[in-house]
C-alpha cells in the first residue's frame, strides 16, 4: 500500500509559478513510477506528467511541454511538479498517482494508488 499526500496549490497571477509536492508513504517508493494529473470542472481527469521509478525517464502531455517539470526524491520519498508560466487554462485540481512498475519507464496508465488532491487556480 501507498499514501500519497499532495501539497503545494494555491492561486496564482497568470504567468507565476507554483511548485507541487507529493510525499508517499512505504519503503518501496523507489519502485514505483509516480505521475501527476488534473481535472477542471466539469471536465475530464487527464495526465500530466510522468516519472519512471529511477527519475530518469519522462513524459509530459503536450499542453504542459517547457512549462512543468517532474522530478522526485527517493530518498525523500517525495515527487515534485515544477509549473512555471502557469495560464488560466492549467486551472484544475491536481493529483498525485504511483503505479507499481516494473521496468524503468514512465507511463500515463493504470495507477493504482492516488492522492487527495490539491487545488491549483490561475488567475488572468
Known amino acids: 500500500q501507498v499514501q500519497l499526500v499532495e501539497s503545494g496549490g494555491g492561486l496564482v497571477q497568470a504567468g507565476g509559478s507554483l511548485r507541487l509536492s507529493c510525499a508517499a508513504s512505504?519503503?518501496?517508493?523507489?519502485?514505483?513510477?509516480m505521475g501527476w494529473f488534473r481535472q477542471a470542472p466539469g471536465k475530464e481527469r487527464e495526465f500530466v506528467a510522468g516519472?519512471?521509478?529511477?527519475?530518469?525517464?519522462?513524459s509530459y502531455a503536450d499542453s504542459v511541454k517547457g512549462r512543468f517539470t517532474i522530478s522526485r526524491d527517493n530518498a525523500k520519498n517525495t515527487v515534485y511538479l515544477q509549473m512555471n508560466s502557469l495560464k488560466p487554462e492549467d486551472t484544475a485540481v491536481y493529483y498525485c498517482?504511483?503505479?507499481?512498475?516494473?521496468?524503468?519507464?514512465?507511463?500515463?496508465?493504470?495507477?493504482?494508488?492516488w492522492g487527495q488532491g490539491t487545488q491549483v487556480t490561475v488567475s488572468s
Open positions: 498517482a504511483a503505479r507499481r512498475l516494473g521496468i524503468d519507464v514512465p507511463t500515463q496508465f493504470q495507477y493504482h494508488y
Open positions: 512505504g519503503r518501496t517508493f523507489s519502485s514505483y513510477a
Open positions: 516519472i519512471s521509478w529511477s527519475g530518469i525517464y519522462t
